[in-house]
Antibody
Framework: EVQLVQSGAEVKKPGESLKISCKGSGYSFSNYWIGWVRQMPGKGLEWMGIIYPGDSDTRYSPSFQGQVTFSADKSTSTAYLQWSSLRASDTAMYYC???????????????WGQGTLVTVSS | QSVLTQPPSVSGAPGQRVTISCTGNSSNIGADFGVHWYQQLPGTAPKLLIYGNNRRPSGVPDRFSGSKSGASASLAITGLQAEDEAEYYCQSYDSSLSLWVFGEGTKLTVL
């Protein structure tokens, strides 16, 4: 059974760093793109970018380029999303999800993690 | 404002049929990258409902169907049930922006 399990909720202060995780199981983690999606409170879904764990190829949405960093560890089948300096506006639910096939431009996100709630408040 | 336009809300009585539209342009829906639909029940992660314009993943009831014409797509739900009350999002790839885009979401209310 394919599963993506994300790390737990985080409460941070502005300026702090953070790294959240997304652990895949039940499939060949290296061979499927992982996407990250933000959902701010009461708002819709925003595509942040994707990473291919096989070679760590990444694509960022211009809205998130330079604000976050994606990484992946093939040995532990885990993808990461990190911030070096959080802002209050980063408060949101963050989802990881798997692209259905290797051609990411035409494939949907078929399996989703349960989400990680990040709260940034002084 | 998203490049994919959806109505903010739709509603229908149990048993009825509703449709949700998703309008894009020649760089996304009209460019044949495929339209995908997600259902997000309150407090849960999104779930893939329709992919590749009109394909249903295993386990999705055939009450849900998708279609595409030109630069627009639609999700149809027949035999509406109370459990269908959720937010629905369309998604595609935009070649001019070089990124994946979601519609702003449509809240379905079952009356």
């Amino acid at each position: 059974e394919v599963q993506l399990v994300q790390s737990g909720a985080e409460v941070k202060k502005p300026g702090e760093s953070l790294k959240i995780s997304c652990k895949g199981s039940g499939y060949s983690f290296s061979n499927y793109w992982i996407g990250w999606v933000r959902q701010m409170p009461g708002k819709g879904l925003e595509w942040m970018g994707i990473i291919y764990p096989g070679d760590s190829d990444t694509r960022y949405s211009p809205s998130f380029q330079g604000q976050v960093t994606f990484s992946a560890d093939k040995s532990t089948s885990t993808a990461y999303l990190q911030w070096s300096s959080l802002r209050a506006s980063d408060t949101a639910m963050y989802y990881c999800a798997r692209h259905l096939d290797v051609v990411a431009t035409t494939s949907p996100l078929d399996y989703w993690g349960q989400g990680t709630l990040v709260t940034v408040s002084s | 404002q998203s490049v994919l336009t959806q109505p903010p809300s739709v509603s229908g009585a149990p048993g009825q049929r509703v449709t949700i539209s998703c309008t894009g342009n020649s760089s996304n829906i009209g460019a044949d990258f495929g339209v995908h639909w997600y259902q997000q029940l309150p407090g849960t992660a999104p779930k893939l409902l329709i992919y590749g314009n009109n394909r249903r993943p295993s386990g999705v009831p055939d009450r849900f169907s998708g279609s595409k014409s030109g630069a627009s797509a639609s999700l149809a739900i027949t035999g509406l049930q109370a459990e269908d009350e959720a937010e629905y999002y369309c998604q595609s790839y935009d070649s001019s922006l070089s990124l994946w885009v979601f519609g702003e979401g449509t809240k379905l209310t079952v009356l």
